[in-house]
């Protein structure tokens, strides 16, 4: 069954540095999200993208978070200066099809970061 | 806007005995309800979906849903836990909007014990 790829799995950085979270998504779906979770709490939107712009975004994708489809197959969430509460579980997601659809998000394992 | 609320942050159940996680939802208008399980260290996995017709929905892994439109509920069951069972459970809604995002509940870590 395809999946959603995420890497790398375990991300240190030291707060200021900016991060690159990188995503393969199943190749025929055309939705993809970001979420994360910290330390086994609720899991929070962070933005949605589709057609190579940002769809929606919630209030924590602020001005320090960008995504981009470079190519066909990635998604990537970049951070620009990391700060400590940056600290998460990061989970991007991918879905045939959006509003008002059946379609179920297929996640990946997720990209722990740790900011030091 | 909708929601959805896990009022347990914790279930403890029997091997062997049935379980029940729940979930109630406010969304104006017919809802698109989830169900995911995650392990430790381990993304979120799709369980099942209600989006219309019978109110009982059946998944993956024995678990099944019943779907309550008067009291806006849509509790995991499953008959009978196993330990392997052991996990975080999220409910989720389908949210209206141009990204279609899925908004989570905050999660219910079920414990099955031997």
């Known amino acids: 069954e395809p999946e959603v790829t995420q890497t790398p799995s375990h991300q240190v950085t030291q707060m200021g540095q900016e991060v690159i979270l990188r995503c393969v998504p199943i190749?025929?779906?055309?939705?993809f999200y970001w979420y994360r979770q910290i330390l086994g709490q609720k899991v929070e939107f962070l933005v949605s993208?589709?057609?190579?712009?940002?769809?929606?975004k919630s209030e924590i994708f602020d001005d320090q978070f960008s995504v981009e489809r470079p190519d066909g197959s990635n998604f990537t969430l970049k951070i620009r200066s990391t700060k400590l509460e940056d600290s998460a579980m990061y989970f991007c997601?991918?879905?045939?099809?959006?509003?008002?659809?059946?379609?179920?998000?297929?996640f990946g394992n997720g990209t722990r970061l740790t900011v030091t | 806007a909708q929601s959805v609320a896990q009022p347990e942050d914790q279930v403890n159940v029997a091997e062997g005995n049935p379980l029940t996680v729940k979930c109630t939802y406010s969304?104006?208008?017919?809802?698109?309800l989830f169900w995911y399980v995650q392990y430790p260290n381990r993304g979120l996995q799709f369980l099942l979906k209600?989006?219309?017709?019978?109110?009982l929905v059946k998944g993956s892994y024995g678990f099944e849903a019943e779907f309550n439109k008067s009291q806006t509920s849509f509790h995991l069951k499953k008959p009978s836990a196993l330990v392997s069972d052991s996990a975080l459970y999220f409910c989720?809604?389908?949210?209206?909007?141009?990204?279609?995002?899925?908004?989570f509940g905050q999660g219910t870590e079920l414990s099955v014990k031997p």
């Open positions: 190749s025929n779906h055309l939705y």
């Open positions: 969304v104006s208008g017919n809802p698109y």
């Open positions: 997601a991918s879905s045939e099809a959006r509003t008002g659809s059946n379609s179920p998000l297929h």
């Open positions: 989720a809604v389908r949210a209206f909007t141009q990204g279609g995002k899925l908004i």
């Open positions: 209600y989006i219309t017709g019978d109110n």
């Open positions: 993208f589709y057609n190579n712009e940002i769809s929606e």
